[in-house]
């Protein structure tokens, strides 16, 4: 397993000038000139470089119908227009310039509404003695991007202690939330439980662990609470994770889901940018001690090539010593580039190969073909007191759901 240590790759990288570890770093440049703007485009802060690129791309001449479906698909509109707007507004059709300026609108202003509401729920939570943590939303676009109309969400995300989740239930279902479980059993197979407001439109995602076991997460919960740190969104003080936890989440989280949307790298690049400080050696080795070491390096590895994130060019050396980072971060940009979704087998394999420690490797495997996960629920509905027999029904479901799509890639 390799092992991260900043200081000692130093010395091999201090041969080499800031300038010299950019020109390693730069945006992979795309044969398809959508691809090549969005990555240009998707970042709050561009380079005297960068903004030559993007107008030499739309001068150059881009289909804008499916550049605009792209940047839809990995939720980066906002950062678009942003950039647009700031560097070549005028070149572009009025067509384009009418569809994002009137999404950077609604955005912004659906954004306001979404954080207003999280700032009264909170207030709801608080009122009871609940302590919540808000997460990803409304947060990282105030803490990350410092504008709230800068990032995409849809819906709002809560930490909070297990014992909290029935009073929580029940503070929300007084303001109108329905849960969508079907059971309000807590158990360590469902880590959220999602409530939606039919009057508002909102959905309010409660959880008590960041992610289901069967995904052997490297950050949970209990990992975070002892270091959430006071921020503001609209002017309000409300909890949230440390910089190493938020790092390590945005990671961790990222990898979970193959880096299938710009929007989450967006995420990590514009945290590196917000944190210049950031101890690295020190997050090196708490990830050292989760199990998340590879997921942060594929963070890190991205976040610089793609986004030119500012990373230290020692960590850059010693990120690009794992070769399975290498290849994982290959797939991705080339996942960018054929604009294709990530389909579930490819998903779990991309997952298991961001485990490097033996033991989580089995975990993975054995509780992703064992765990609940909800959706065997619509498979074969059974009564919570005979929940146990799902551990028997899931690998049917699996089989049922995944058997076909697992034959044709052994025929490939």
Request: charged share 25%.
């Amino acid at each position: 397993m390799l092992r991260i240590d900043v200081d000692e790759f130093a010395s091999d990288c201090a041969r080499k000038s800031r300038a010299e570890m950019r020109l390693e770093t730069r945006i992979s440049g795309s044969s398809i000139p959508q691809v090549d703007l969005m990555l240009c485009c998707a970042r709050t802060c561009s380079t005297p470089q960068t903004r030559v690129r993007i107008k030499e791309i739309v001068t150059q001449g881009v289909d804008w119908q499916a550049f605009l479906q792209l940047a839809t698909s990995h939720g980066v509109r906002p950062l678009v227009y942003q950039s647009l707007h700031s560097t070549c507004w005028e070149v572009l059709p009025e067509a384009a310039r009418q569809e994002l300026s009137h999404f950077y609108s609604a955005n912004s202003a659906k954004n306001r509404f979404l954080a207003g509401e999280l700032l009264y729920i909170l207030q709801l939570f608080e009122a009871e003695h609940i302590l919540a943590v808000p997460f990803k939303g409304p947060v990282l676009a105030a803490v990350l991007y410092g504008d709230l109309a800068l990032r995409e969400f849809t819906d709002l995300d809560i930490l909070i202690r297990e014992p909290d989740i029935p009073k929580a239930r029940e503070i929300l279902s007084n303001q109108g939330y329905r849960s969508s479980m079907a059971s309000g059993a807590i158990t360590p197979d469902v880590n959220v439980d999602e409530l939606h407001s039919a009057l508002t439109g909102i959905s309010v995602e409660l959880h008590w662990q960041l992610s289901p076991r069967r995904f052997v997460s490297s950050l949970a919960a209990e990992h975070v609470w002892n270091g959430i740190e006071p921020i503001l969104i609209l002017g309000r003080q409300v909890w949230s994770f440390s910089s190493q936890d938020m790092f390590l989440f945005l990671a961790v989280h990222g990898g979970k889901h193959s880096w299938s949307l710009l929007k989450w790298l967006c995420d990590l690049a514009e945290f590196i940018r917000a944190n210049p400080e950031l101890d690295w050696p020190r997050l090196f080795k708490r990830a050292e001690a989760l199990g998340a070491a590879r997921a942060c390096r594929l963070g890190i590895y991205l976040a610089a090539e793609l986004m030119q994130a500012e990373v230290p060019s020692s960590v850059v050396c010693a990120v690009r010593e794992d070769a399975q980072v290498r290849h994982l971060a290959q797939e991705v940009r080339q996942r960018i580039q054929e604009t294709r979704d990530v389909d579930p087998i490819e998903g779990q394999i991309f997952s298991l190969r961001l485990k490097e420690r033996f033991r989580d490797k089995v975990r993975y495997v054995f509780l992703q073909c064992t765990q609940f996960s909800g959706k065997e629920e619509r498979f074969l509905p059974l009564p919570s007191t005979l929940s146990f027999i799902y551990i028997f029904v899931r690998p049917i479901w699996l089989l049922r759901r995944y058997g076909f799509s697992v034959l044709k890639r052994m025929v490939r």
